[in-house]
């Protein structure tokens, strides 16, 4: 009877065990299927796929007139499926590959014999190459295992011209830098494949085809770039650098003050965009890095500097819209070589031969310190920082470039009278020269913020307007507010002419063209030995359509590092060219 009862638990007990066991497989089943249904089967079909990648063309760039800047041409990317090369044939292909692309035969010998779907040998080869393949493929009865698939790859036409501005591509076809970095999402498009079947071990199921899905290309881009006027600029940046001996290099921005457009921006030193990992082989890893560095960044953009007597323009500005000054009060100002600011002697750079009597028009023309100390402590400390704001000087500019750097100004309340002397003409901060270059566009434009742009259209691959064509986006012309009136527009224009034509800037005139512009000279930093010199100027001065940038890094060559000695000539010159082709008529 005993028995009897423990068989009938025993069996009980097995009953719920299995029902159990049952529940517990049904709820994992479940559980697989509704929660992790389409994990899973994504992961199954990942594993049973070989997929290839087919690069979409970049979109093309262009300058203002239609000339092309970089393009995408066709060339092809060699792969394998290794389980799918026959065993007997593995060795003979890796030989074959190692040779026709010039690679290293072991490494390729690896990839051949590797237990993977897919292995990439080479990419962005000329037809010429993969034509090669294909013959030697037939030659040799070889019709799977390698894949020969459409590729792209970046050109830039004119090699060198508007490196730091267009920037360059990766091996992925990926925006390095420049605008090929910014603009990378409309640009790049949208990469195809083809997807083929495969088994277990990666090799091709028979009677399976290959899915191919079809890359879209990127959006064009049109530039606000000239490349005549680039040219220009790149080639008297470049002599002035040699010429002067410039260490640090230097840079040129052309901007149009009424649109913001940025016509011109050029570096120098500069590289090949084509070539833009070539560096001294001479050179350490970590040295060759740094060089590749410096080549590529864009200083204009990225970099601070002292602005010197230049940005004696804006004490300038504020003082005539607060009516503290008049342009041609004659005896106003009177020069004694220096100027006592709370018990601080604060020297004229002219201190050894003082410029005695000046109006505001003459303080200007000899770039006289004292007078712009003065004004700025009439202005005060907090107006003078509404009209640093207002200019633009405490935001970067937002130019659609990456890595623009921001100014570095003492905080307001740390500003005392010495301090304020010393920013009102020009030193102990730091701003970016495409900041100085807005500046003055400001002043020349009839006194409206106008902010600088690189792109000026961006034509979609993929949208239509109402008549069917590609559709045209255009970047809109962003201003900003009133920062000085008109009639103060004209009078520090008027005075600008009067630099050139007598004072400091003479170096920049060009016979027939009414020429505004100032002279500055800095230290690079404190003590450094180093100085920035640079001149800024607007033309035709009755109605400006050019703003012009020089800046200069460490001139040591015979001819000093004084801005009216150096960088003026360079203005001149520029002027001289870019002036004739604006048809721009002389007086």
């Not at 559980?31 to 992961?43: D, M, R």
Request: charged residues 25%; negative net charge; glycine residues 10%.
């Amino acid at each position: 009877m005993i028995g009897k009862i423990s068989a009938k638990k025993r069996m009980k007990n097995s009953i719920f065990l299995v029902i159990l066991i049952i529940a517990l497989l049904i709820t994992r089943l479940g559980y697989l299927q509704l929660i992790q249904g389409s994990e899973l089967k994504a992961k199954a079909y990942a594993q049973q796929t070989s997929d290839r990648k087919v690069s979409a063309k970049r979109g093309t760039i262009y300058d203002r007139e239609g000339k092309i800047l970089a393009v995408s041409s066709t060339v092809e990317t060699v792969t394998i499926n290794p389980g799918n090369i026959k065993d007997e044939d593995k060795e003979k292909v890796a030989k074959k590959l190692a040779e026709l692309f010039e690679l290293d035969y072991e490494n390729v010998l690896k990839k051949v014999k590797k237990r993977s779907s897919i292995e990439t040998i080479v990419q962005k080869v000329e037809k010429e190459k993969t034509n090669e393949l294909r013959t030697w493929m037939q030659e040799n009865n070889i019709v799977e295992g390698i894949n020969i698939d459409e590729d792209s790859k970046r050109y830039y036409p004119l090699n060198n011209l508007a490196s730091q501005v267009i920037g360059f591509c990766g091996s992925d076809n990926q925006g390095l830098n420049g605008i090929e970095a910014k603009y990378d999402e409309y640009l790049k498009g949208k990469a195809g494949a083809i997807s083929r079947i495969t088994d277990a071990s990666g090799g091709a199921i028979e009677n399976s085809s290959e899915e191919y899905t079809e890359p879209t290309d990127g959006d064009d881009l049109v530039l606000t770039i000239d490349t005549t006027i680039q040219g220009i600029a790149e080639k008297y940046l470049k002599e002035a650098c040699i010429d002067n001996k410039c260490t640090d290099g230097g840079n040129i921005i052309i901007m149009n003050p009424k649109t913001g457009d940025i016509l011109a921006l050029a570096g120098y030193p500069d590289y090949n965009l084509n070539e833009p990992f070539a560096v001294d082989e001479n050179l350490s890893k970590e040295e060759q890095t740094k060089q590749m560095q410096g080549l590529w960044r864009n200083k204009a953009i990225s970099d601070t500097y002292e602005p010197g007597s230049t940005f004696k323009l804006v004490t300038t500005s504020a003082a005539l819209e607060e009516g503290i000054t008049t342009p041609d009060k004659e005896g106003e100002f009177c020069c004694v070589g220096h100027i006592e600011v709370a018990g601080v002697r604060m020297k004229c750079w002219r201190y050894y031969n003082p410029h005695g009597s000046e109006s505001l028009r003459q303080a200007l023309m000899n770039s006289c310190n004292p007078v712009f100390i003065g004004l700025g402590q009439k202005i005060g400390v907090h107006k003078y920082y509404e009209y640093l704001n207002k200019f633009g000087f405490f935001t970067t500019t937002g130019i659609d470039l990456p890595g623009e750097a921001g100014s570095i100004f003492l905080k307001e309340d740390k500003v005392g009278p010495v301090e304020l002397g010393t920013i009102s003409f020009g030193q102990r901060f730091e701003v970016t020269p495409i900041q100085m270059a807005t500046m003055l566009s400001t002043i020349a434009n009839g006194g409206t913020y106008v902010k600088p742009r690189i792109v000026k259209q961006i034509i979609s691959n993929t949208e239509k307007d109402e008549n069917g064509n590609r559709k045209v986006t255009d970047i809109e012309v962003k201003t900003g507010e009133r920062v000085i009136s008109e009639e103060t527009s004209k009078q520090v224009l008027s005075m600008m002419g009067s630099v050139v034509s007598e004072g400091t800037g003479k170096n920049a005139k060009v016979e027939g063209y009414s020429i505004g512009g100032k002279t500055g000279t800095s230290e690079d930093g404190v003590n450094t030995g180093k100085y920035v010199t640079s001149f800024i100027g607007t033309a035709p001065i009755e109605d400006p359509e050019v703003v012009v940038l020089i800046t200069l890094y460490n001139p040591t060559g015979e001819g000093g590092h004084q801005g009216g000695g150096v960088a003026a000539p360079v203005g001149g010159e520029v002027f001289s060219e870019i002036l004739p082709y604006l048809e721009v008529q002389k007086k």
